[in-house]
């Protein structure tokens, strides 16, 4: 047998054997329908779930929409098929409004995560008591006990919500929630269809297949309709074709999974990141404290009397989410990127990123850096704020790069979703060749009105040797190194991300993966001697490799 063929057997082989076991156990039944068919009737509820939870996964996963969760939604949708698809919007509206509600009655408390969980289970509870009550004195159909479960993912759904209202403000979170609810419709109404659903319950040798349909779609779909949307004008532009564009399934499939270890994804933090880099002399951001709990509290009481600069930052944040920017003391208290805060506000907002507020469960770790003084070479560009460099590294080269550049609206931060402009750079020579803002083309600053075409980043053969170092000293083998330029110390890496986003192909107005294949038949040919000098030179050549 061809040593492929091994592999292959080797690497698919388990779901083989269980699809075989469906397939076996899906005859058996056939053959004594008529005995099991009671049975399989009495059962249309997990049948239901089956075809719910397949549409959501198509709706997330083909055609691209951003909601809460997929097993969630389906159990919601479930809860309309029995509430009815009136009662069980004014159900999920209740909710929603009680969770809100309850999260800024006890936002001053900083109750920890698992409290504030069981308070909103607990009045989420009483609501549907209430309108239990309500029902019975009107005379409407009341609710069977097995409305419990959709009832407490329906409160799950409102949390975490709230808790992305928290972190990032309205915008993103209440799309989500929109298409959350398109979501939980669109599988309210295939499931409710008897005439589809009944078939698949009497013929058993049908189940099996829904199991190869989701591993069809899981693994064979490269771009979700949303995706050549999001990306027409960088395949439009620049000619690029579009398997050239590295989606969110390609990136997910090709290059995280086979090149991140799953077990160093659970345990790289920020703290741990700069463990590592530091270990190898990568330069970073100086760390006055690491706050491992609620009782190192103190040591952040003691420490704000000493310092008038600084930065506060979760371990496990995303996206700029739970950072607070200190600037400087005014009027007795510090000026912040929050507003003016006293010592207090500071150390509550501390509690909060310890308890798990931004996405470390129900618990957290706090990082205490020193703040950065922007290089006035990329300062002069913008209005306020610290800009940064993202760098796409892989197997040790530079693929792709941008600039993020804070405006007003993105107050200060270099994220682009909250409004930041990025910037795409040459490899090759560092300079920017192409700028987006809100996804449009634009040639200036929106605050200044510097120029930004042509702009060359400075020092920008140490920023690739630092940030390819970087993702190499982290153990990730595909890897997004922000580096930022102190006025003092220079280049510095602040973060290194192990799930770096996709606009960055927007921002240069071309596609990641041509270069992604491009590094993966370099490495397999054998070590480089200087793999930023070599991806340089590959950029020039368009990124195509000899034989």
């Not at 990025?422 to 300079?431: K, N, P, Q």
Request: glycine share 10%; aromatic share 10%; with cysteine.
């Amino acid at each position: 047998m061809p040593v492929t063929r091994k592999v292959w057997l080797a690497h698919h082989g388990p779901f083989l054997l269980l699809v075989g076991f469906l397939f076996a156990l899906a005859f058996y039944v056939d053959l004594y329908l008529d005995a099991f068919t009671y049975i399989l009737l009495n059962s249309r509820l997990f049948f239901q779930i089956f075809v719910g939870i397949t549409v959501i996964a198509v709706l997330r996963n083909v055609v691209g929409i951003r909601g809460f969760g997929t097993f969630g939604p389906a159990i919601v949708a479930l809860a309309f098929l029995q509430a009815g698809l009136l009662y069980g919007t004014i159900l999920l509206a209740n909710i929603l409004a009680i969770v809100i509600a309850t999260r800024e009655l006890v936002r001053r408390e900083v109750v920890q995560r698992d409290h504030r969980i069981a308070i909103l289970v607990i009045l989420v509870g009483l609501s549907v008591v209430l309108l239990e009550i309500l029902a019975e004195y009107f005379h409407y159909p009341r609710l069977d006990y097995s409305f419990l479960f959709p009832i407490l993912i329906l409160a799950w759904t409102a949390e975490r919500y709230v808790e992305s209202v928290d972190r990032v403000g309205w915008g993103g979170p209440s799309r989500q929630l929109l298409w959350t609810f398109v979501a939980i419709l669109t599988a309210y109404a295939v499931m409710s269809q008897t005439w589809l659903v009944d078939p698949i319950i009497l013929n058993p040798l049908s189940w099996p297949f829904l199991v190869l349909l989701n591993w069809f779609l899981g693994t064979r779909v490269r771009f979700r309709l949303s995706e050549r949307w999001r990306f027409r004008g960088t395949i439009r532009d620049s000619g690029t074709p579009p398997e050239g564009v590295l989606t969110m399934n390609v990136r997910n499939r090709d290059f995280i999974s086979k090149y991140n270890d799953g077990r160093l994804l659970s345990t790289l933090t920020k703290d741990r990141v700069k463990e590592l880099l530091q270990s190898h002399g990568v330069s970073t951001p100086t760390t006055h404290l690491v706050l491992k709990g609620l009782e190192d509290l103190r040591r952040l009481e003691g420490f704000l009397p000493t310092m008038d600069r600084f930065v506060l930052k979760p371990a496990s944040g995303h996206g700029g989410e739970g950072i607070l920017v200190v600037l400087g003391r005014r009027d007795g208290g510090f000026d912040t990127s929050n507003g003016p805060m006293g010592s207090a506000d500071i150390v509550a907002h501390a509690r909060y990123v310890l308890t798990g507020g931004f996405g470390g469960g129900s618990s957290d770790r706090l990082l205490v850096e020193a703040l950065v003084t922007p290089d006035p070479a990329l300062g002069k560009l913008v209005s306020e704020g610290l800009s940064d460099v993202r760098v796409i590294a892989f197997l040790g080269f530079p693929v792709m790069a941008m600039a993020r550049l804070p405006t007003r609206e993105s107050k200060g931060r270099a994220n682009i979703h909250a409004g930041a402009v990025a910037c795409g750079i040459e490899i090759a020579t560092g300079r920017i060749v192409r700028a987006t803002w809100h996804g449009r083309a634009v040639k200036t600053h929106p605050d200044t009105g510097s120029p930004l075409l042509d702009v060359p980043i400075p020092q920008w053969s140490e920023v690739l040797e630092i940030a390819t170092q970087a993702q190499v000293c982290s153990g990730l083998g595909y890897a997004g190194v922000d580096v930022v330029f102190d006025a003092a110390g220079g280049p510095m890496v602040l973060e290194v991300n192990r799930r770096p986003g996709l606009e960055i192909q927007n921002a240069n107005g071309a596609g990641l993966l041509g270069r992604l294949r491009a590094v993966e038949r370099l490495h397999a040919r054998g070590a480089v001697a200087d793999p930023v000098r070599t991806a340089m030179d590959l950029d020039v050549a368009m990124w195509e490799v000899s034989a």
